[in-house]
């Protein structure tokens, strides 16, 4: 199951990916975690020290090898070079499983221990000097999106996502590639604003999208939420010990984290488990996508018609 974090800069997205990433791990489900924010903090959220986040290869820095193991075989691809972050899987195209080791592996994935043990973590990259003023992020975002388009995943699999901020999330197709969304909303009209922008693109293309709150202090701000977000409100999170000991670079034991969390994780858990895949449609966004793409602006960058990628016969397995 696929699952993307997404809200309001500074909303919290990144503390509660990383705490729903903690719970899999604590039930011993295998979860691969992926850092595709513009501002690079699963790592430390995990409770990872920087040298281990720094050791870790990006994903955007091996992108051409990426790109010429998961091209595999296919015949609509000549080469790796053509390849585009929406470009989809076809026939002879290699495919990424959860029980198969792959070299991204070994390029650029790191296996978590302690608490985390069986949590992997890769991570898109983040801005390098010669990227300031000629490139966007999704240059470096691209790389998951690849990968998950070419991921064979299913129920008990879980691969979570820590988003940009904000709406920027729809400037690609990355957002049609998940089971469930779940957008992080405080208790202020800016984020509900947010929330509004972004429910409003995914109604487009028949995203749901769950809400978790976030900094809530009080009743007035549940009823806020309430009354501003209705049925979509999955839950939310109050004061914690726990997180504000995570921030401060401390590392306590995730046992202590507050009951009232944990049943905010279990309904979230619920909410994911309880999700239905239709591969069809999936795939079917995957290639509205990259024909979108291709006569914005890939089909320049390749020098050919990418959109002859799409192999119409062709749908990817489920597990």
Same mark, same amino acid.
């Given at each position: 199951m696929r699952i993307a974090f997404v809200g309001k800069g500074g909303s919290g997205k990144t503390t509660l990916s990383a705490l729903l990433i903690?719970?899999? *791990?604590?039930?011993?489900?295998? !979860? &691969?975690?992926?850092?595709a924010d513009i501002n690079q903090h699963l790592g430390a959220a995990l409770?990872?020290?920087?040298?281990?986040? #720094?050791?870790?290869?990006?994903m955007s820095a091996v992108l051409p090898e990426i790109k010429e193991f998961l091209r595999g075989s296919n015949p609509r691809i000549a080469s790796a070079d053509e390849m585009v972050k929406t470009t989809?899987?076809?026939?002879?195209?290699?495919?990424?499983?959860?029980?198969?080791?792959?070299?991204?592996?070994?390029?650029?994935?790191?296996?978590l221990a302690g608490e985390l043990?069986?949590?992997?973590l890769m991570v898109t990259g983040a801005f390098a000097e010669q990227d300031l003023g000629v490139a966007c992020y999704h240059s470096k975002v691209g790389a998951a999106e690849l990968y998950l388009?070419?991921? &064979?995943?299913?129920?008990?699999?879980?691969c979570v996502l820590d988003?940009?901020?904000?709406? #920027? *999330?729809? *400037?690609?197709?990355?957002?049609?590639?998940?089971? &469930?969304?779940?957008?992080? &909303?405080?208790?202020?009209?800016?984020?509900?604003?947010?929330?509004?922008?972004?429910?409003?693109?995914?109604?487009?293309?028949?995203?749901?999208?769950?809400? !978790?709150?976030?900094?809530?202090?009080?009743?007035? #701000? !549940? *009823?806020?939420?309430?009354?501003?977000?209705? #049925?979509a409100l999955v839950g939310w999170m109050g004061d914690s010990r726990y997180i504000r000991a995570l921030d401060r670079g401390q590392r306590p034991e995730f046992s202590t984290f507050e009951p009232g969390g944990f049943e905010l994780l279990t309904r979230m858990l619920a909410e994911v488990d309880g999700a239905v895949r239709d591969n069809d449609r999936m795939t079917s966004l995957a290639h509205l996508f990259h024909t979108k793409n291709a006569l914005a602006w890939a089909n320049r960058a390749a020098g050919t018609d990418?959109?002859?990628?799409?192999?119409?016969?062709?749908?990817?397995?489920?597990v």
């Amino acid at each position: 199951m696929r699952i993307a974090f997404v809200g309001k800069g500074g909303s919290g997205k990144t503390t509660l990916s990383a705490l729903l990433i903690r719970e899999l *791990a604590r039930l011993g489900r295998p !979860v &691969v975690a992926i850092d595709a924010d513009i501002n690079q903090h699963l790592g430390a959220a995990l409770g990872l020290d920087p040298e281990q986040v #720094d050791a870790l290869t990006p994903m955007s820095a091996v992108l051409p090898e990426i790109k010429e193991f998961l091209r595999g075989s296919n015949p609509r691809i000549a080469s790796a070079d053509e390849m585009v972050k929406t470009t989809p899987p076809g026939s002879g195209s290699r495919l990424v499983r959860f029980a198969e080791d792959s070299p991204l592996d070994e390029w650029c994935t790191l296996r978590l221990a302690g608490e985390l043990a069986g949590a992997r973590l890769m991570v898109t990259g983040a801005f390098a000097e010669q990227d300031l003023g000629v490139a966007c992020y999704h240059s470096k975002v691209g790389a998951a999106e690849l990968y998950l388009n070419h991921l &064979v995943d299913g129920p008990g699999q879980y691969c979570v996502l820590d988003m940009t901020a904000g709406a #920027d *999330a729809f *400037a690609s197709g990355l957002f049609t590639r998940f089971d &469930v969304t779940f957008l992080v &909303v405080e208790p202020t009209r800016k984020s509900v604003s947010v929330y509004r922008q972004y429910t409003d693109y995914a109604a487009e293309y028949g995203i749901s999208v769950r809400v !978790v709150g976030n900094k809530v202090v009080d009743d007035e #701000d !549940v *009823a806020f939420l309430r009354a501003e977000i209705g #049925d979509a409100l999955v839950g939310w999170m109050g004061d914690s010990r726990y997180i504000r000991a995570l921030d401060r670079g401390q590392r306590p034991e995730f046992s202590t984290f507050e009951p009232g969390g944990f049943e905010l994780l279990t309904r979230m858990l619920a909410e994911v488990d309880g999700a239905v895949r239709d591969n069809d449609r999936m795939t079917s966004l995957a290639h509205l996508f990259h024909t979108k793409n291709a006569l914005a602006w890939a089909n320049r960058a390749a020098g050919t018609d990418v959109a002859l990628q799409i192999d119409p016969e062709y749908v990817s397995p489920l597990v």
